[in-house]
Nanobody, 120 residues
Framework: QVQLVESGGGLVQAGGSLRLSCAASGRIFVINGMGWYRQAPGKQRELVATITSGGSTNYGDSVKGRFTISRDNAKNTAYLQMNSLTPEDTALYYC??????????????WGQGIQVTVSS
């Protein structure tokens, strides 16, 4: 099993910043993609940002220019730096990690979600 531990969420005022972390542990042979998704009440889960093993990134349109995803491969950890937060960023943020447990066994794991609340 691959476990994901998310941290760094909380309550922040509009215009503020937060940094989320997602640490992967367990039976990991290699990690390919790491990413963040979010789901606000009454809305579908949406892409926030992803990063490949080579460092290529992809962002959802609503966070481009404000959020930055990064990863520390030695620590199997992904980060999401969130700046200029607005109340529209309020959501449950989920970490996603995919890779291989063994040479021929893939995994795709999700974290339990961490709350980010932005007050106006």
């Amino acid at each position: 099993q691959v476990q994901l531990v998310e941290s760094g969420g909380g309550l922040v005022q509009a215009g503020g910043s937060l940094r989320l972390s997602c640490a992967a542990s367990g039976r990991i042979f290699v990690i390919n993609g790491m990413g963040w998704y979010r789901q606000a009440p009454g809305k579908q889960r949406e892409l926030v940002a992803t990063i490949t093993s080579g460092g290529s990134t992809n962002y959802g349109d609503s966070v481009k220019g404000r959020f930055t995803i990064s990863r520390d491969n030695a620590k199997n950890t992904a980060y999401l730096q969130m700046n200029s937060l607005t109340p529209e960023d309020t959501a449950l943020y989920y970490c996603n990690v995919n890779g291989r447990k063994h040479q021929f066994v893939e995994f795709d794991s999700w974290g339990q979600g961490i709350q980010v609340t932005v007050s106006s």
